[in-house]
């Protein structure tokens, strides 16, 4: 649950989240704030676009450029909204533009490569069997082609959904927008993913 | 208990339930219908079958020089548009004395040649007024009637100069 804090701008009173307080002091040259948020929001944007374009590189790739379009915009930043929401507005952007452009499938031979030692790792840690090892992998590629077989929008509001656990609104600001499009979008997701995963159970 | 599947507004009511995220006593209604409702009970466990895979999906990592590299990609930044402002200030500075100087050259210029109020109008040249009037015709017929006049003398002069008998 993210910190609050009033902040009074400008004679008005307004509640803001404790990152968009740091951005303020971001845009006031602060670069220990900017290295906070840098911190706490690394992982949760690396993650969400990594199972967005589902390739480790081009997720890193991006999720710097979204820290940069952040660093860039610290001159005209406006607490209007809260700071996740714009963060994940701009991943959000970046990744459905990247998957229009295709931009994962000009690297795939690159980061094929990056994506294969990378659940070995977590795989390694759990120290389970060699049988073992191969059901889950089968079922995490399962789960990963079934996400990446959905509409780009769909898949963003279900991965903002499940793995942020943001609420219709914040996924509708994001989407930019309404909020039952939000909730149509999820059902049709989650339809199409019960369809395809439910024989797991 | 209206049966949540009749309508995809309600049907939020059964995800909400399959992620635990449904609160107590909405959660007992829901059971309570889950007994005699066996499309609710498969949804439900179809849905939390989706949730679980999904919950093993784990991402990798982030790279240990993803800080260093945005860093540097920041600085990279800061460094080019410190050189840009750079190239900019030293261009006004050299650009800006001759063009400043021509300027105000042609300033006083025209400062210069504007006509003051306070100094005196200049009094007309007649003279030379007289002389831009005259048209070539004018001068031509003026050469013409002074021939004539010379010529009428000429004829005069002899009757005149003539020995009187």
Redesign the interface.
């Known amino acids: 649950m993210p910190e609050r804090v009033n902040t009074n701008m400008g004679g008005a009173t307004a509640a803001l989240d404790y990152d968009a307080e740091l951005m303020l002091r971001v845009k006031d040259g602060d670069g220990a704030s900017f290295a906070a948020l840098l911190e706490k929001h690394r992982s949760p944007v690396v993650h969400f676009l990594y199972r967005m374009v589902q390739q480790q590189a081009v997720a890193e790739e991006l999720a710097q450029e979204v820290f940069l379009r952040v660093y860039r915009s610290r001159g005209t930043y406006e607490p209007t909204a809260k700071f996740t929401t714009w963060l994940f507005r701009i991943a959000t952007h970046l990744a459905l533009n990247a998957l229009r452009d295709g931009k994962n499938e000009r690297n795939q031979e690159r980061l094929d490569e990056r994506s294969e030692d990378m659940p070995a790792v977590q795989v390694e840690d759990r120290r389970p069997s060699v049988e073992q090892s191969m059901v889950r992998q089968a079922t995490l590629d399962e789960v990963r082609r079934a996400v990446a077989a959905l509409p780009d929008k769909q898949r963003a509001a279900v991965l903002m959904h499940k793995y942020k656990e943001m609420e219709y609104t914040q996924i509708a600001k994001i989407l930019n927008c309404s909020e039952s499009a939000v909730k149509s979008l999820l059902f049709r997701a989650y339809e199409t993913l019960r369809a395809r995963l439910a024989h797991m159970a | 208990m209206t049966c949540p599947m009749e309508t995809?507004?309600n049907?939020?009511i059964l995800?909400a339930y399959s992620s635990r995220a449904l609160d107590a006593s909405d959660a007992k209604l829901l059971e309570a219908h889950l007994q005699s409702c066996s499309r609710c009970r498969e949804?439900v466990?179809?849905?939390?079958?989706?949730?679980?895979?999904?919950d093993?999906?784990?991402?990798?990592?982030?790279?240990a020089d993803?800080?260093r590299?945005?860093y540097a990609?920041?600085e990279r930044?800061v460094s080019w548009w410190q050189r840009m402002r750079g190239r900019i200030g030293l261009l006004l500075v050299y650009r800006a004395l001759p063009v400043t100087a021509v300027a105000a050259l042609v300033v006083v210029g025209v400062l210069l040649e504007r006509p003051s109020p306070l100094r005196a109008p200049l009094q007309p040249a007649t003279t030379t007024a007289q002389v831009e009037g005259l048209q070539p015709e004018q001068v031509v017929r003026a050469l013409d009637e002074m021939e004539v006049l010379d010529q009428f003398n000429h004829m005069m002069k002899p009757e005149s100069s003539a020995p009187r008998m």
């Open positions: 995809r507004e049907a939020e995800m949804f466990s179809a849905q939390r079958a989706v949730w679980e895979a999904m093993g999906w784990e991402a990798p990592a982030v790279s993803f800080d590299r945005l990609r920041m930044e």
